[in-house]
T-cell receptor
Framework: AQTVTQSQPEMSVQEAETVTLSCTYD???????LFWYKQPPSRQMILVIR??????QNATENRFSVNFQKAAKSFSLKISDSQLGDTAMYFC????????????FGQGTILTVHP | KAGVTQTPRYLIKTRGQQVTLSCSPI?????VSWYQQTPGQGLQFLFE???????NKGNFPGRFSGRQFSNSRSEMNVSTLELGDSALYLC?????????????FGAGSRLTVL
């Protein structure tokens, strides 16, 4: 079984600044994957970044990067140079190694980027 | 390349009725997963299909069912609708080829039960 916890219901940041969204997880599997998805007000869920648990190197996608602390079961998302288009609900999610389509989501963090 | 298409986008039903939602995956994707999104419960996994077979099922009552066709299109059905079934139903498709499998989501079907 997997659980994902996002402790920040809402966050705000000024345009061009950096913000970090927190996520902790728990899993009984040795092989698992972690994801951050973004859901803008239009509601189309979009993959932001993913991390394979067996990789020690933190994933990076342009302005988005993660801080993966496996021992602490922590998976935070850092957004650099925040843009107005980053305003959205952000979901942290996990899945087991062979549960290809079964994601366990956190409750989400609403991020608002202010001009 | 067309994305994941869900129909209808919005629908209103009354208690006791049944509803069928449709999902067309990205061309080439053979796996379809369904999720229910509500303000109270968040995003919850319903079921996953691959090659017309249900591979995983979430913790939902038997009123929720689904199927997948040979062209990978999927439908989910909710019978005897309850007020609590009001939600955004999201479909996601994937290649289902390796551990790095990534889901691509559709825009969702917004169901309101009156």
């Amino acid at each position: 079984a997997q659980t994902v916890t996002q402790s920040q219901p809402e966050m705000s940041v000024q345009e061009a600044e950096t913000v970090t969204l927190s996520c902790t997880y728990d899993t009984s599997e040795s092989n698992y994957y972690l994801f951050w998805y973004k859901q803008p007000p239009s509601r189309q869920m979009i993959l932001v970044i993913r991390q394979e648990a067996y990789k020690q190197q933190n994933a990076t996608e342009n302005r988005f990067s993660v801080n993966f602390q496996k021992a602490a079961k922590s998976f935070s998302l850092k957004i650099s140079d925040s843009q107005l288009g980053d305003t959205a609900m952000y979901f942290c999610a996990s899945r087991g190694g062979t549960s290809y389509g079964k994601l366990t989501f956190g409750q989400g963090t609403i991020l608002t980027v202010h001009p | 390349k067309a994305g994941v298409t869900q129909t209808p986008r919005y629908l209103i039903k009354t208690r006791g009725q049944q509803v069928t939602l449709s999902c067309s995956p990205i061309s080439g994707h053979r796996s379809v997963s369904w999720y229910q999104q509500t303000p109270g419960q968040g995003l919850q996994f319903l079921f996953e299909y691959f090659s017309e077979t249900q591979r995983n099922k979430g913790n939902f009552p038997g009123r929720f069912s689904g199927r997948q066709f040979s062209n990978s299109r999927s439908e989910m059905n909710v019978s005897t609708l309850e007020l609590g079934d009001s939600a955004l139903y999201l479909c996601a498709s994937s290649l289902y080829t390796s551990g790095a499998n990534v889901l691509t989501f559709g825009a969702g079907s917004r169901l309101t039960v009156l």
